[in-house]
């Protein structure tokens, strides 16, 4: 079975700093992904950042960026120079390599501080 | 090209009703999956659909029931409705990739649910 966990139902960053949400994940699985998505006030489940398992190098997406330790099972989300936009519930979730389905954590809620 | 829709957008029902919530995928996606986002939770995935198939399903009993339609929009239907069963309920749809074995889900805005 495959399992997530964040372990900060919220957080708040002041504007312009720097914020790292935690993740971690439980899978016997070899091969599989990782994302980040945000779900702003209005909903709607948008993705943030995707980190394959197979790769090394951790993925980033401009203010974006994730520290994937495999060994640990581990899977954070930077934040850089965090604005008033990125306030939003954020979802850490995996989905294995042959799966179909989404398996999600319970989420931070992240409030950005003018 | 539009993006995933989902309607209606508030519900109200009382224990023991059915209910029917749409999707409609985005253009070009054969694939919609359903999950279900209880008041501070993440979402929990109920099925999916591909090409009018179920293709896979959670731990959801089975008065969760779906259907997908040949322009490949779905609906979840749910009967005996229990007071548990109040959440937000998302449907994404996708497309296969050529040469990934990953597919980007888009989601859809909600459909908010209470049972009464």
């Known amino acids: 079975a495959q399992t997530v966990t964040q372990s900060q139902p919220e957080m708040s960053v002041q504007e312009a700093e720097t914020v790292t949400l935690s993740c971690t994940y439980d899978?016997?699985?070899?091969?599989?992904?990782l994302f980040w998505y945000k779900q702003p006030p209005s909903r709607q489940m948008i993705l943030v950042i995707r980190?394959?398992?197979?790769?090394?190098q951790n993925a980033t997406e401009n203010r974006f960026s994730v520290n994937f330790q495999k060994a640990a099972k581990s899977f954070s989300l930077k934040i850089s120079d965090s604005q008033l936009g990125d306030t939003a519930m954020y979802f850490c979730?995996?989905?294995?390599?042959?799966?179909?389905?989404?398996?999600f954590g319970t989420g931070t809620s992240l409030t950005v501080i003018p | 090209e539009t993006g995933v829709t989902q309607s209606p957008t508030h519900l109200i029902k009382t224990r023991g009703q059915q209910v029917t919530l749409r999707c409609s995928s985005q253009?070009?996606?054969?694939?919609v999956s359903w999950y279900q986002q209880a008041l501070g939770q993440g979402p929990q995935f109920i099925f999916q659909?591909?090409?009018?198939?179920?293709?896979g399903r959670g731990n959801f009993p089975p008065r969760f029931s779906g259907l997908q339609f040949p322009n490949y929009s779905s609906e979840l239907n749910v009967n005996a409705l229990e007071l548990d069963d109040s959440a937000l309920y998302l449907c994404?749809?996708?497309?296969?990739?050529?040469?990934?074995?990953?597919?980007?889900?888009?989601f859809g805005p909600g459909t908010r649910l209470t049972v009464l």
């Open positions: 994404a749809s996708s497309f296969p990739t050529q040469g990934s074995s990953y597919n980007e889900q888009f």
């Open positions: 899978t016997s699985e070899n091969n599989y992904y």
């Open positions: 980190q394959e398992a197979y790769k090394q």
């Open positions: 979730a995996f989905m294995t390599n042959t799966g179909n389905q989404f398996y």
């Open positions: 253009s070009g996606h054969n694939t």
């Open positions: 659909y591909y090409r009018e198939e179920e293709n």
